[in-house]
């Protein structure tokens, strides 16, 4: 069963865009980090101007926007940082990297592309940021589109954390950029018939990954660190279940796996330690290491040349080019989707939706010991 919305009352500062004049009809709400120090409290809701949308863009009234780790930890970053990543195209002049809405203008771009993104059709999307306004604008090629079947509110859950597992675990072709050579059949491509250890079952991208593997016919352990995540983990199919708080992780897959160990590793979190992973991988096995910066390349670079095993390191999907994110965005639209529709994966999101004002307090609650993706909406 899926978590229920207790969706609140729309803010009362809210602006209308529609009768407050010319003028006004190019400005909108937006959440706005006032100024550095690391605190979620410096968080603002402002008047800011809309959005125009440019070549081969929609502009998007956003409906719900995904919390996810990038954002929180967006307000931990300074100013010159921010400012770099804003310059290089990674990173939006607002927080949000996800969001559902429904299209509501067209920058340049064909009367096919038009026709196939009509006003008031219904989307999500992957973002470099923006997702916390009321409007953004996002390239058509980065959009999901999704039937009455999918509630716009659950569609909020879907782009990054799908895109993510399957580009990292499922995507026949490996999408390298410049490090590595692509090996048809090689990378992290998780298949039928094998093991998959999928660490923090029920973070965003865990509860996909469990959920995409048993629909691609491999086996799902997982682990969590409470009895309600494990119980949590168990109702989405995972095969083993492991508390990593009462039982060593890696003693329990070596007893399963007769001590031959896992065929793939998926650690969206880092902190169990490349030798753990190593231990309960098979010999030419793939760990997968998802993370928003290079803080372990060197040491997974050490491992890899004093190791038999494919080790894998993996940059944040926010930090994919353009044009891979089109790549990722046309399979997931051809084969995660469809699974979601006919309810083979089920979206899990927190029990309460955080207006703009209330922001703040979701990041607080995302840090904490939760299940489910956290939505925001204007």
């Given at each position: 069963m899926l978590r229920k919305l207790g969706c609140g009352g729309r803010s009362s500062t809210e602006s209308s865009l529609s009768s407050s004049g010319p003028k006004k009809e190019l400005l909108m709400r937006a959440l706005v980090a006032t100024s550095e120090g690391g605190e979620d409290e410096v968080l603002q809701v402002q008047l800011v101007p809309r959005?125009?949308?440019?070549?081969?863009?929609?502009?998007?009234?956003?409906?719900?926007?995904?919390v996810n780790r990038a954002d929180v930890e967006e307000t931990n970053l300074g100013e010159p940082t921010l400012n770099?990543?804003?310059?290089?195209?990674?990173?939006?002049?607002?927080?949000?990297?996800?969001?559902?809405g429904t299209v509501c203008a067209h920058g340049e771009m064909s009367k096919k592309?038009?026709?196939?993104?009509?006003?008031?059709?219904?989307?999500?999307?992957i973002l470099v940021g923006g997702a916390y306004a009321e409007y953004v604008a996002a390239p058509i090629g980065h959009l999901l589109k999704f039937t009455t079947k999918i509630p716009v509110e659950l569609a909020a859950a879907i782009p990054q954390d799908?895109?993510?597992?399957?580009?990292?675990?499922?995507?026949?072709?490996?999408?390298?950029?410049?490090?590595?050579?692509?090996?048809?059949?090689?990378?992290?491509?998780?298949?039928?018939?094998?093991?998959?250890?999928?660490?923090?079952?029920?973070?965003?991208?865990?509860?996909?990954?469990?959920?995409?593997?048993?629909?691609?016919g491999a086996t799902a352990f997982a682990t969590a660190g409470?009895?309600?995540?494990?119980?949590?983990?168990?109702?989405l199919g995972a095969d083993l279940c492991i508390n990593y708080n009462k039982n060593d992780f890696v003693e329990v897959i070596?007893?399963?796996?007769?001590?031959?160990?896992?065929?793939?590793?998926?650690?969206?979190?880092?902190c169990n330690g490349l030798h753990r992973n190593l231990e309960c991988l098979?010999?030419?096995?793939?760990?997968?290491?998802?993370?928003?910066?290079?803080?372990?390349?060197?040491?997974?670079?050490?491992?890899?040349?004093?190791?038999?095993?494919?080790?894998?390191?993996?940059?944040?999907l926010l930090y994919r080019t353009p044009e891979m994110k089109t790549v990722i965005v046309k399979e997931v639209q051809e084969k995660v989707m469809p699974a979601i529709e006919?309810?083979?994966?089920?979206?899990?999101?927190?029990?309460?939706?955080?207006?703009?004002?209330?922001?703040?307090e979701a990041h607080k609650l995302k840090k904490s010991n939760l299940i489910g993706k956290i939505l925001l909406h204007p």
């Amino acid at each position: 069963m899926l978590r229920k919305l207790g969706c609140g009352g729309r803010s009362s500062t809210e602006s209308s865009l529609s009768s407050s004049g010319p003028k006004k009809e190019l400005l909108m709400r937006a959440l706005v980090a006032t100024s550095e120090g690391g605190e979620d409290e410096v968080l603002q809701v402002q008047l800011v101007p809309r959005p125009v949308p440019k070549a081969k863009e929609v502009l998007i009234k956003v409906a719900y926007a995904g919390v996810n780790r990038a954002d929180v930890e967006e307000t931990n970053l300074g100013e010159p940082t921010l400012n770099e990543l804003e310059k290089a195209g990674l990173k939006g002049k607002y927080m949000g990297v996800e969001c559902s809405g429904t299209v509501c203008a067209h920058g340049e771009m064909s009367k096919k592309d038009k026709q196939t993104w009509k006003i008031d059709t219904k989307v999500c999307a992957i973002l470099v940021g923006g997702a916390y306004a009321e409007y953004v604008a996002a390239p058509i090629g980065h959009l999901l589109k999704f039937t009455t079947k999918i509630p716009v509110e659950l569609a909020a859950a879907i782009p990054q954390d799908a895109c993510t597992v399957w580009s990292e675990l499922f995507m026949k072709k490996r999408l390298y950029e410049g490090s590595a050579p692509e090996e048809e059949g090689e990378g992290s491509r998780l298949s039928s018939g094998e093991t998959v250890l999928i660490h923090e079952g029920c973070s965003g991208i865990g509860i996909f990954a469990i959920q995409m593997a048993k629909y691609q016919g491999a086996t799902a352990f997982a682990t969590a660190g409470t009895n309600a995540k494990i119980a949590e983990c168990r109702r989405l199919g995972a095969d083993l279940c492991i508390n990593y708080n009462k039982n060593d992780f890696v003693e329990v897959i070596k007893d399963r796996t007769k001590g031959q160990g896992v065929d793939v590793i998926l650690d969206c979190v880092g902190c169990n330690g490349l030798h753990r992973n190593l231990e309960c991988l098979k010999k030419g096995g793939r760990l997968v290491h998802i993370c928003d910066n290079g803080r372990w390349m060197k040491k997974i670079d050490a491992y890899t040349e004093l190791s038999n095993y494919k080790l894998i390191d993996v940059a944040s999907l926010l930090y994919r080019t353009p044009e891979m994110k089109t790549v990722i965005v046309k399979e997931v639209q051809e084969k995660v989707m469809p699974a979601i529709e006919n309810g083979d994966v089920k979206l899990v999101i927190h029990n309460q939706v955080f207006t703009f004002e209330e922001a703040a307090e979701a990041h607080k609650l995302k840090k904490s010991n939760l299940i489910g993706k956290i939505l925001l909406h204007p």
